[in-house]
């Protein structure tokens, strides 16, 4: 993704640096931010005598870039990038990264594609029309290259969770990353495929390293430890990619991260009640009670619903944002209006309709650790509620104050269960929200 330069001549079968024409008389009549303002859709010809100042970042020198030329509008703090496919190679003889070309704009066309803005000359396949690349003998036309020095760029350090669209097509640094344990003893790339790789940083965000399987390095080993990678950044498919352009833009001298373990496992986090009010649906609970000393956090934690008789799961909250606190609960809805406007106070999850805090009294749920244990039981799977001991339609099911573990397998006797029918030793008596409810208060 970039721009082309000026083209003197072109390179000798040595590869030697050609003498590179320069031009120190064209000044930039519009900045990439208003060019880019320019672009509604499609393909659009410039048809003004407008001229592009811009930095080149790419370099095709170890091949992992191909007919392409990467460029962004600053040296230092870019406000955005764009990207010029050229019918040429070896563009690192001639557009070494840190050059600054003026690019004439009148005949060229602006497009975008993967939200990456491109310039250049018009391809067409059946029928549709999208920028391609420039022939070679038109760049002494449209690209010069400035008797300016070679500047020395500096890439925007970011966080993998900060990335915008901004960043795309800038020369970007990330620091503290490593690639994933399984990827580990892989080369960058197969040999003559574009290949994916993963990079992430100690709190797991993901960043997708794209390689050639044609560059020099392509069968290099990943590195195995943690540091720095610098490259130029793109998007496919709504997800970032990062391009590097030699192996010298990595710098991995430190330790990997070291996973923190906030998984568990116990049974003092239990379900403590379950409501299907009588007068209205939208007062629908589930309540959690942690039972423990100490304040646990649920991360990697499942409540499953098992709709009427069915084996298999329903639907499955995840309650990895969630803590309980000593001896304290938490409330899980389907919506967090229709709760506080009932029983006047903020729960502490919405999940949403035919969830498992949305059951109408029939249904079966399950409490699952992060290690897929099954930590506590209401009903049982497989049988629907309906006229069972454990039916809670238009009442609620409480959990008895003496019970202070949860149990994988559904006792009656620890539950105190109403509902409209009172059949199979539960008790008749339909709930009224809020006033037969106690939502958060455990006892």
């Not at 006047?344 to 969830?355: A, I, M, Q, R, T």
């Not at 209401?378 to 104050?401: I, W, Y």
């Amino acid at each position: 993704m970039s721009l082309a330069f000026v083209l003197g001549c072109a390179p000798d079968k040595n590869f030697n640096t050609p003498d590179n024409l320069c031009n120190s008389d064209i000044v930039a009549t519009i900045s990439l931010e208003d060019l880019k303002n320019i672009y509604v859709d499609g393909v659009i010809e410039i048809q003004e005598d407008l001229v592009l100042e811009v930095i080149v970042i790419s370099s095709d020198k170890e091949g992992n870039f191909f007919s392409v030329l990467h460029c962004q509008d600053k040296t230092i703090n870019p406000t955005g990038g764009i990207q010029l496919e050229v019918d040429l190679q070896n563009l690192h003889l001639q557009y070494p990264v840190g050059a600054k070309v003026f690019i004439k704009l009148k005949g060229l066309y602006l497009g975008k594609s993967k939200e990456t803005y491109k310039i250049g000359g018009l391809f067409t396949s059946f029928g549709n029309l999208s920028v391609g690349r420039l022939p070679a003998i038109s760049l002494k036309e449209h690209v010069f290259l400035s008797c300016e020095e070679q500047q020395k760029l500096k890439p925007t350090v970011v966080e993998i969770s900060q990335l915008s669209d901004q960043h795309i097509n800038t020369l970007v640094t990330f620091n503290n990353v490593e690639f994933l344990e399984e990827e580990l003893e892989l080369p960058f790339a197969d040999e003559k495929e574009e290949t994916e790789r993963t990079l992430q940083n100690c709190d797991e965000d993901i960043l997708k390293l794209v390689s050639s399987g044609y560059s020099n390095f392509y069968d290099s080993i990943l590195p195995d430890l943690n540091g720095t990678i610098t490259g130029v950044l793109s998007k496919s498919s709504k997800e970032y990619q990062l391009t590097i352009r030699s192996l010298d833009d990595l710098n991995f001298n430190k330790e990997r991260c070291v996973e923190e373990i906030t998984e568990f496992t116990s049974d003092a986090i239990f379900i403590s009640e379950l409501a299907d009010p009588n007068n209205t649906s939208l007062g629908r609970y589930v309540e959690l009670y942690n039972a423990s000393d100490s304040k646990l956090s649920l991360n990697k934690w499942a409540l499953q619903r098992y709709t009427n008789g069915n084996i298999e799961v329903s639907s499955e909250i995840d309650l990895s944002d969630l803590e309980i606190e000593p001896q304290s609960t938490i409330v899980i809805t389907p919506t967090v209006d229709d709760f506080n406007s009932i029983y006047g106070f903020l729960p502490d999850l919405e999940v949403g309709n035919n969830s498992p805090a949305d059951s109408n009294g029939d249904d079966n749920l399950v409490l699952v650790d992060p290690f897929g244990k099954i930590i506590d039981v209401f009903g049982v799977v497989g049988e629907d509620g309906s006229g069972t001991n454990h039916e809670f339609e238009d009442g609620r099911a409480v959990r008895k104050s003496e019970v202070q573990n949860g149990n994988p397998v559904y006792d009656f006797s620890e539950w105190i269960i109403t509902n409209d029918s009172g059949e199979s030793g539960t008790i008749n008596n339909p709930g009224i929200a809020p006033e037969s409810y106690t939502p958060g208060a455990h006892n």
